[in-house]
């Protein structure tokens, strides 16, 4: 199992910005993809955006053109980049990381889906 630890939450005022970052906390190969999921009171959980090996995210409509993912230099970290927060935006955010490492000589691998904890993001209107 990965652990994964998150920072970069906080309370914010609308329109203003916060930088989420998630780091394994050990060095870990084979990622293929990470991701930011949020989950606001009383709703489920929903991604927000995700960055594949090769450095390509994807966002949820609701935050196009304004969160930016990226990869640290030792691809191992994520940001979340959140720019004109909105109030809707608040929610616990979560990371997730996907891949597989291979565990033996014969080059069988093993699959893992770990999440971290979360960070809570507040939103003053």
């Known amino acids: 199992q990965v652990q994964l630890v998150e920072s970069g939450g906080g309370l914010v005022q609308s329109g203003g910005s916060l930088r989420l970052s998630c780091a394994p906390s050990?060095?870990?190969?084979?990622?293929?993809?990470m991701g930011w999921y949020r989950q606001a009171p009383g709703k489920g959980r929903e991604l927000v955006a995700s960055?594949?090996?090769?450095?390509?995210?994807t966002y949820a409509d609701s935050v196009k053109g304004r969160f930016t993912s990226s990869r640290g230099p030792a691809r191992n970290t994520v940001y979340l980049q959140m720019n004109s927060l909105k109030p809707e935006d608040a929610a616990w955010y979560y990371c997730?990381?996907?891949?597989?490492?291979?565990?033996?000589?014969?080059?069988?691998?093993?699959?893992?889906?770990?999440w971290g904890l979360g960070t809570q993001v507040t939103v003053s209107s």
């Open positions: 997730k990381v996907k891949g597989s490492v291979v565990v033996n000589v014969e080059g069988a691998t093993r699959e893992y889906d770990d």
């Open positions: 050990r060095s870990i190969s084979g990622i293929k993809t």
């Open positions: 960055i594949n090996a090769a450095g390509e995210s």
